[in-house]
């Protein structure tokens, strides 16, 4: 009987202390705390899950996608900033193709290889974001074609196409000569896909700052003000949204020099 009750006892305890706690119960617990904005402990869950279960396609999207917050905040004043970034990227890149591995049918894992790996390659030179250009966009088409309703493949589509066409004219011709054939883009496409992005969620501010970018490339100064001044007047959503209505402050005020 005593055996018994120690057994039952030690049970308890490791359900409490949370040595028994299951993949998917470290999911959900990332899951939770993702959701109140704590990437770091968000990640410590999914990276727990993934010890356990290494093959878990949740664990591995989801770790890919807290790496690549918590590194897209690295305050740009500190010690090795780009170093550390290209670390966590790199990993995160990693993290989302073994997700694309284990299912290969869902969209998140192709969103957040091209998410990961274009933010990867923003590291790089500009070769190697030529030459990777289209395996990202493959990735971003593939997440579209999965679920047409994924606001974030949308998003990164519209950056794609800016980031393409910002390799424009003569650039384009020169840059041929080096580096091979460059994929096109297009600033009306990169309009396009943001405000598709944003009719499939207006609340997301990251939309807004992005649309605001590229409609300061077409020279549509008034609604690219509108555009960085909703950014900054939504509701917080997402543990980046500080940073990115900093930056939209600061197209506000680049903006007023461009507009007298």
Not at 159 to 178: L, N, P, Q, T
Request: glycine share 6%; aromatic share 8%; net charge neutral.
């Amino acid at each position: 009987m005593k055996k018994i009750l120690f057994f039952f006892a030690l049970a308890a305890f490791l359900a409490g202390s949370g040595l028994a706690q299951t993949a998917a119960e470290h999911v959900q617990m990332g899951d939770e705390a993702y959701a109140v904005f704590d990437d770091a402990v968000a990640l410590e869950h999914y990276s727990a899950a993934l010890k356990l279960e290494p093959g878990s396609y949740e664990a591995l999207w989801k770790a890919s996608r807290a790496m690549v917050d918590i590194a897209d905040v690295i305050p740009a004043t500190d010690k090795d900033v780009k170093d550390r970034q290209m670390k966590m990227y790199t990993e995160a890149t990693a993290l989302a193709r073994k997700a694309v591995d284990a299912n290969p049918n869902d969209t998140w894992g192709h969103f957040q290889l091209a998410a990961a790996n274009g933010k990867r390659l923003l590291l790089l030179g500009k070769k190697e974001q030529i030459e990777a250009s289209k395996a990202v966009r493959a990735e971003i088409d593939k997440a579209i074609e999965l679920d047409p309703t994924n606001h974030l493949a949308y998003h990164a589509l519209g950056r794609w196409h800016r980031r393409m066409d910002e390799i424009g004219g003569a650039k384009r011709f020169f840059g041929s000569i080096i580096y091979g054939s460059i994929p096109k883009g297009s600033y009306a496409e990169s309009e396009k896909n943001l405000l598709k992005a944003i009719e499939l969620q207006p609340e997301y501010a990251n939309h807004y700052l992005e649309l605001g970018r590229t409609l300061v490339a077409l020279k549509k100064f008034d609604e690219a003000g509108e555009a960085f001044q909703k950014c900054i007047d939504l509701p917080k959503t997402t543990s980046k949204d500080d940073v990115l209505k900093a930056e939209a402050r600061v197209e506000l005020d680049k903006l007023k020099t461009k507009k007298k």
